[in-house]
């Protein structure tokens, strides 16, 4: 899926990067797209340990999407450097680093293919017992041996003879098989029935667990998960922190907690006391 980013230039003797062990580091980014007049990221500087969480959250046009693009190497920054264990990924192999990292998007990208194979898609060579344990903790297995032709069932372009759960558990299902040690996740937006939600939810704890993950947040239960908090603003890090502490602090964060979440916050109360 993310071979169509590859017109980025690779260096003759480009380094093989190996899986994670120390940090990600964005050192003063900077990046703006060649059509239009302002930067979207501005001096970003922000470490990522390996294995935590990191859940970007910000107003829309603040910089979160355009981040996650530096890590794969989709761009590269304008001024600045991201480093992967030190390395500058402009000196790294652009396959080396890109196996390295599992992306999950608002838009899952499914084929026109059985189920089967929309799961290995990022690993060919996995055997059916493989593809199957990845259903499983993607919470996606039921529903499959439900289908029509269960794993040799034919999605349609875009997944569109699959519920939006669904589409979303078959890409989790595709990032656990990938075992990529570092995961991009940005949360779909749409709106899911409550078991659809709480099996995606599930699912998504399950694939986060011992990775290192940057995750675009739209949920409260993402953002009270994560390590750490960045809330982006204009391209700037306006704030870091847990939610606890950003709360606490009465700021930005705080403000967007009240548009975006609270309402989740009424939601999940009323539920817990019926």
């Known amino acids: 899926v993310m071979d169509e980013h590859a017109e980025i230039p690779e260096k003759m003797e480009a380094v093989e990067l190996t899986p994670l ?26 470490r990522i340990p390996a294995g935590t969480m990191v859940a970007l959250v910000g107003e829309s046009g603040g910089g979160k999407s ?59 060579e996995a055997t059916e017992a493989e593809i ?22 034919i999605v349609g372009e875009r997944g569109i003879f699959l519920s939006g759960g669904q589409r979303q558990r078959l890409a989790i299902a595709r990032a656990v098989l990938l075992d990529a040690p570092v995961l991009i996740l940005d949360e779909a937006t749409s709106a899911l029935d409550a078991e659809s939600e709480r099996l ?21 239960s ?3 998960r994560a390590n750490r908090i960045v809330v982006l603003e204009r391209g700037r890090i306006a704030e870091t922190g847990t939610h606890r502490d950003l709360l606490a602090q009465g700021g930005l964060y705080k403000r967007l907690y009240e548009l975006q979440f ?11 006391n019926q």
Do not use: C, M
């Open 21 to 46: 062990k120390r940090e990600i580091e964005l050192r003063d980014v900077s990046f703006g797209y060649a059509n239009e007049t302002r930067s979207v990221l501005r001096g970003v500087t922000l």
């Open 66 to 124: 355009t981040l996650t693009k530096l890590l794969p190497r989709f761009h590269d920054p304008v001024t600045g450097a991201v480093l992967w264990d030190g390395t500058d990924l402009r000196d790294a192999s652009i396959s080396s680093l890109r196996r390295q990292i599992a992306l999950v998007t608002q838009e899952t990208v499914l084929f026109n293919d059985t189920v089967r194979h929309n799961i290995s898609y990022g690993r060919p």
């Open 132 to 153: 199957e344990e990845a259903a499983r903790v993607a919470f996606a297995h039921d529903f499959i041996q439900e289908l029509p032709a269960g794993y040799d069932t």
């Open 200 to 220: 995606v939810q599930r699912a998504l704890a399950n694939l986060i667990q011992d990775r290192t993950t940057i995750v675009i947040a739209h949920r409260l």
């Open 222 to 224: 993402t953002v009270r």
């Open 262 to 272: 609270a309402d989740e916050e009424e939601d999940n109360l009323v539920i817990s």
